[in-house]
């Protein structure tokens, strides 16, 4: 029995050690091959705008370029390239970005400088707040599409989400200059002047704004504040007034109107 026994345990042994062998033996095959087909190098967010852009340098020579090179391209080339463009933002509007982002890279290979392949890509970096990379497409356009307010506005929003206020309304003042009556434009002055505290020119764009929207209650409060703040303390109680117009129960405007007379009362004192 002993021998037998003894003959059992090694024919166990034997056989375990087969297992085993077999098991990392297909484990070790099977990671190869899962390596042949992943391991190829990843580009960075910031490496995959600059491989699938031009520099800003590049771009912008493009555009200053005489416009007859974009007849270099043919005819199929063209109606490839808008049906691209539909494609792309058909996948975007379903959310199916990384679908966009490989239409957009086969649209750019065929036209590296095409606006609208490029406005798409910034439209998706935007939404996935990839605000850094869309920033740097907005720049390249402006710089070639100056009287295109459309892309300004757009990079003026983009600074706006990345807390560069000064900046971004730098570039609404340059539309705002000839586009007087775009209220979208008046809109984000008031909200990013009022931001940073400079009332004196929230003011302004906020009385532009109340022209074309005059029982816009925010604006109203954002006026009642502004004049506030620049001691014009008269004026700013026939603000609430209105807003109380409006807005007979509105317990903020009511608050301010009674604490407001209250100090003007004192000072007359």
Sequence with gaps: ???????????????????????????????????????KPKLSEK??????????????QHYKKDKSSKSELTDATKKKIIDIVKKVRINSAKGYFDASKNLIVEGLSLDKFNKDLNLELAFIYEKERNYENAEYIYRDLREV????????????????????????????????SNQKGDMEVVDMLCNLTYEIKKYKSCLK??????????????????????????????????????????????????YKRKELKGKLNNEKI
């Design 1 to 39: 029995m002993n021998i037998f026994l003894k003959f059992e345990v090694i024919i166990f042994f034997i056989t375990l050690s087969y297992c085993v062998y077999y098991i990392f033996h297909r484990i070790y095959i099977v990671y190869f091959d899962v390596k042949k087909i992943v391991a």
């Design 145 to 176: 599409l100056k009287d295109n307010y459309e892309v300004s506005k757009k990079l003026g929003f983009i600074l706006a989400m990345q807390n560069k206020i000064e900046e971004s309304i730098k570039i609404y003042r340059d539309i705002y």
């Design 205 to 254: 764009f906020v009385k532009v704004y109340l022209k074309e929207n005059p029982r816009n209650v925010e604006k109203l409060f954002m006026k009642a504040t502004c004049l506030e703040q620049l001691g014009k303390i008269g004026e700013c109680i026939k603000v609430y007034e209105n807003i109380l117009t409006l807005q007979p129960y509105n317990t903020d405007a009511i």
């Design 47 to 60: 490496e995959k705008v600059a491989d699938i852009l031009v520099n800003r340098e590049k771009i912008q």
